[in-house]
């Protein structure tokens, strides 16, 4: 079925999908996305893509894809897009998927025996968020924890930072913080937290086996009661009056740390 530009029906429900008012669906901004929507294994609800864009050979070709594995497709003017779109400038092409599964039963069926973790607590910019997932699934995280507070790793912003990485990476939101600490103990998941005075150098910390990298919020960081909660805590050297890195920074610099010691045995 294809919905032409006077039905206002399916604009109006990605409007609400994009302003957060619908939790069981994402949007999807920009050619780049929506094709990494499709090869992720998204369920596809609907499409709607400007007039202009669809006369472009790469986005016809994915428009025809899509228009395969839903049955909503939309074809608008760059007016009626831009007043959908997240961004200042239409990216040409906006999907709606159903939300990927973030339940603790879904990720815990797909974590292996030793699960190398990352958990955002309370981490409230939507880019750090994306930022982070990017990061974590190209050094090799087999999964992610979203604690309630932390800003939806789903919102279009994050998506646009994760590039991709929130629709692979499994990814667990809305847990309570000692809910994780314990649910990676029961497991025998070391959890170590990023912190400014934390008592090991990150390069010195043992990150071979299963583990959790536990980073907190950009203003204040973790509580000393959170560090005190987890096995343990590590520092990121530096120099000079700088006091302390963007949270997505020192998550990347510490988990390319353990990834070279995990695939160099130390």
Known sequence: MTITSRDNSLLQQARAVRDGK?????????????EEALSSGLKIEAVIHSEEIARKERAAHLIRQL??????????????????SYTKTPQGIVLLAARPAGD?????AKQPAAPFLVVLHEINNPVNVGAILRTAEAAGVTGAMATANTSDPFSPKALRGAMGSAFRLPIWTGSDYQQVIS???????RTVCAAIDGSKDYREFDWRGACALIVGPESDGLSPDEIAAASEAVRIPMHGAVE???????????????????????
């Open 67 to 84: 228009g395969k594995a839903c049955a909503k497709v939309a074809s608008v003017s760059e007016k009626l897009l831009e007043s959908i």
């Open 244 to 266: 302390s890195l963007n949270v997505a920074v020192a998550t990347g610099i510490i988990l390319y740390e353990a990834n070279r010691q995990k695939a160099n045995g130390g």
């Open 22 to 34: 619908v939790d069981v669906s994402v949007f999807v901004e920009g050619l780049r996305l929506c």
């Open 104 to 108: 603790e039963v879904s990720f815990k």
């Open 183 to 189: 649910w990676c103990e029961q497991r025998s998941v």
